[in-house]
Structure formats: C-alpha cells, structure tokens
C-alpha cells in the first residue's frame, strides 16, 4: 500500500482563486509528521508547511494551511488567492515514527502539477 | 536566511566511473540527507547521518554508495561506478534534529542533476 496518496497528478486553477491539493497517508503510528514541499520547474524543493500528529489546530502560513483530518488520515494543502507564481509540482511527505532514533525519512507522494491561469 | 548548497549543479559521466556530490548543510543543522529523484517520479529517500555515521538507509543506498562529512561543512555522496539507473536529481537536505517539532524541517538543496551516458 502507498504510504503517500496524491490523486490529482494536474490541477489547473484561476489566478486568485482558493485551491485544495489532496492528500491521504497510512501510517500505524502514533507520531508523525506530515510536510508540503514546492518543487517550481527550476527543480529546487521548498519547503511549505509542516503538520505534526499531535498539533490540536491546522497549520498555518501565509497563504498556505494545511487541512489536517486526522481520523480521515488526510493532509490537504490549500493555496488562498492563487498567484501565477504558484504554478508548481507540490509534493505532500511523512515522517513517520519521529520518537523513535532511526526514523528519519520522508516518504513522498507522486505530487500534483498545479498550473495557476491568468 | 541560511540555505543548503549543493554543486555541481549539473555532472555528467561515463558509466562505470565514480563520482561524488557535494553539499554544505545549514550550520548549525545536525541531520544530513540524500534523496533522489528519477525524471518525473517521486523523491526517493537514500539515506540520513548523524553524528558522523549512518542513521537510515533505503534498499537503494547500496555499497555502491557511501556518505561522508569530511570536515566541519561538507557531506558528500559518493557513487563508486555509476550504472545508467543512477541517472537523476540528487537532493541533499538538513535538519536542526529529528523529532516531532517543527523545526526539525528537512531543509533541500537545489539538487544536482546526475546524467550518466
């Protein structure tokens, strides 16, 4: 089973519109992490935000938050007010098992191309 | 703001050679990765450090790949006889530590995009 679900391999979205990036994990822990990165097509890897398992409210920053669905096991990144420069491959990670030494990778999703539109 | 650097950017080579990848990690981050990732697939994990040795690594870091902090600022990644299927961008990355916080971010570098013919 994939540890990291993204079902949207293309999203295309108007400039300043809100958009919702899915994202579903399994995982038996208890404690883990959950992560969105940005890779533009320059191919750099930035990091988003950061979601942990026992966070009680739903990440924030900037324009970007995370929508945390814990019984779901789901981690939705949303974009408010798009911007041509969102246009991006967005990949949602796990750490799982943080407490744990040894326990250090992330798994990544397929990601989701999103293309922002004038 | 700190970042990782990673050169080259771009290394091409033949198969069979061996090659190694450099990064500086930010300062005063005490975790060091390596991750791939083949032309339009998913990041791949390769392998974490720690405190001069290795802390996880994937099925795919085999021996012909092996790790080093030379000194204070560098990790490297060395491939010992590339294979064509070593072809990819290769990130290496860095955290504080690596626990639950938020701090604990793995911070990428801007990859070095191995071709090997």
């Known amino acids: 089973a994939q540890k990291i679900t993204q079902t949207q391999p293309g999203m295309f979205v108007q400039e300043k519109e809100a958009v919702t990036l899915d994202c579903t994990y399994d995982?038996?822990?208890?404690?883990?992490?959950l992560f969105w990165y940005k890779q533009p097509s320059s191919g750099e890897m930035i990091f988003l935000i950061y979601?942990?398992?026992?966070?009680?409210q739903n990440a924030t920053e900037g324009r970007y938050s995370l929508n945390f669905q814990k019984a779901r096991k789901s981690a939705n990144l949303v974009i408010s007010a798009s911007q041509l420069g969102d246009s991006a491959m967005y990949f949602c990670?796990?750490?799982?098992?943080?407490?744990?030494?040894?326990?250090?990778?992330?798994?990544f999703g397929t990601g989701t191309r999103l293309t922002i539109i004038p | 703001e700190p970042e990782v650097t990673q050169t080259p950017s771009h290394q091409v080579t033949q198969m069979g050679q061996e090659v190694i990848l450099r990064c500086v990690p930010i300062s005063n981050h005490l975790y060091f990765y390596w991750y791939r990732q083949i032309l339009g697939q998913k990041v791949e994990f390769l392998v974490s450090?720690?405190?001069?040795?290795?802390?996880?690594k994937s099925e795919i870091f085999d021996d012909q790949f092996s790790v080093e902090r030379p000194d204070g600022s560098n990790f490297t990644l060395k491939i010992r006889s590339t294979k064509l299927e070593d072809s990819a961008m290769y990130f290496c990355?860095?955290?504080?530590?690596?626990?639950?916080?938020?701090?604990?971010?793995?911070?990428f570098g801007p990859g070095t995009r191995l071709t090997v013919l």
């Open positions: 990670a796990m750490r799982e098992g943080f407490l744990d030494f040894g326990n250090e990778k992330l798994t």
């Open positions: 995982t038996s822990d208890q404690s883990y992490g």
């Open positions: 979601q942990g398992s026992y966070d009680e």
């Open positions: 450090f720690y405190n001069n040795e290795i802390s996880e």
């Open positions: 990355a860095s955290s504080v530590l690596a626990g639950g916080l938020s701090t604990d971010t793995q911070y």
